[in-house]
């Protein structure tokens, strides 16, 4: 069973974790609630989320594919964050999966795990590289890393994530018991 550690903190953007969390669970892997701030983090719409433990208590190593919601707050502390840095640098030496949706991209960009094709929130890849910036697709997997853009992307980002971590058979019971039809 695939193990996917996702990191919130204060501002995170509650549609894009919840449904990622959601998603990833319906298709039975294991999903970490990780924060860097207080167990009960409070999300950009003021919603209240229990993670499952704090960043700094975890073995980056136990996990397949650690994944960034956005929300700008949110962003802006996980890029701030040498915990988060040292996680997801961790992460892309292992050559595991690493993956952000919305504004959290930059985060990436930060800790420098990005390859040369990502999306996101419109307006954040003047942060980053607009020159390497695909305003085309809602989803971009580039090799190891793989980008959405914001939170009406979130059920196909989620998606994909379980395309990656589990098989056909799996991605296809998920996605039709949720009734996807348009990707």
Request: net charge neutral; with cysteine.
């Given at each position: 069973m695939s193990k996917v550690l996702i990191i919130i903190s204060t501002g995170f953007e509650e549609i894009e974790a919840i449904s990622i969390i959601d998603i990833l669970r319906r298709a039975n892997i294991e999903v970490v609630i990780a924060t860097i701030n207080d167990l009960l983090t409070v999300g950009a719409n003021g919603i209240v989320v229990q993670a499952n433990q704090k960043l700094e208590e975890l073995d980056i190593s136990l996990f397949d594919m650690i994944v960034l919601p956005g929300g700008a707050l949110n962003t802006q502390n996980l890029a701030e964050s040498e915990e988060v840095k040292a996680a997801l640098q961790k992460m892309k030496k292992e050559n595991k999966y690493i993956a952000a949706i919305c504004?959290?991209?930059?985060?990436?960009?930060?800790?420098?795990?990005?390859?040369?094709?990502?999306?996101?929130?419109?307006?954040?890849?003047?942060k980053i590289d607009s020159a390497t910036y695909d305003s085309q697709n809602e989803v971009v997997i580039d090799k190891k890393v793989i980008t959405s853009q914001g939170p009406a992307t979130a059920m196909q980002f989620s998606l994909e994530l379980v395309k990656i971590l589990t098989n056909e058979k799996t991605f296809l019971n998920v996605k039709n018991g949720l009734l996807v039809k348009h990707f």
């Open positions: 504004a959290a991209p930059y985060a990436l960009h930060e800790a420098k795990v990005l390859n040369s094709t990502y999306t996101c929130y419109p307006s954040f890849e003047k």
